[in-house]
């Protein structure tokens, strides 16, 4: 049974850092390809980031490129998410996600039907 647990939100002031972790289970990691996704009240479910299963191709939204960083630990089967310079825009639930095959081509990381594996989010809070 695939399990993922995100951790690391809360509440930071506007310019702040915070990193997000995925815990796997399940599943390894290193032979999916993996993405962050958020959403905020009212909003669809938005692509936020995404690796490859490689982990030699990664992808970002135009909103946070430069801002935000994925990488994962293949030793300890989790994946991060760093975000720096956070802004009041980026407040949302935040979830990673896994594609459902193995080492499968990172065609359109950016689409939630790419992925079958769910987290159950965790929440980013950032005031102004």
């Known amino acids: 049974q695939v399990q993922l647990v995100e951790s690391g939100g809360g509440l930071v002031q506007a310019g702040g850092s915070l990193r997000l972790s995925c815990a796997a289970s399940g599943v390894t990691l290193r032979f999916y390809n993996m993405g962050w996704f958020r959403q905020a009240p009212g909003k669809e479910r938005e692509f936020v980031s995404a690796?490859?299963?490689?982990?030699?191709?990664?992808d970002y939204a135009d909103s946070v490129k430069g801002r935000f960083t994925i990488s994962r630990d293949v030793a300890k089967n989790t994946a991060y998410l760093q975000m720096n310079s956070l802004k009041p825009e980026d407040t949302a639930v935040y979830y990673c996600?896994?594609?459902?095959?193995?080492?499968?081509?990172?065609?359109?990381?950016?689409?939630?039907?790419?992925?079958?594996?769910w987290g159950q989010g965790t929440q980013v809070t950032v005031s102004s």
């Open positions: 690796i490859a299963w490689s982990g030699y191709s990664t």
């Open positions: 996600a896994v594609a459902g095959r193995p080492k499968m081509p990172m065609a359109q990381p950016t689409a939630v039907t790419n992925y079958d594996y």
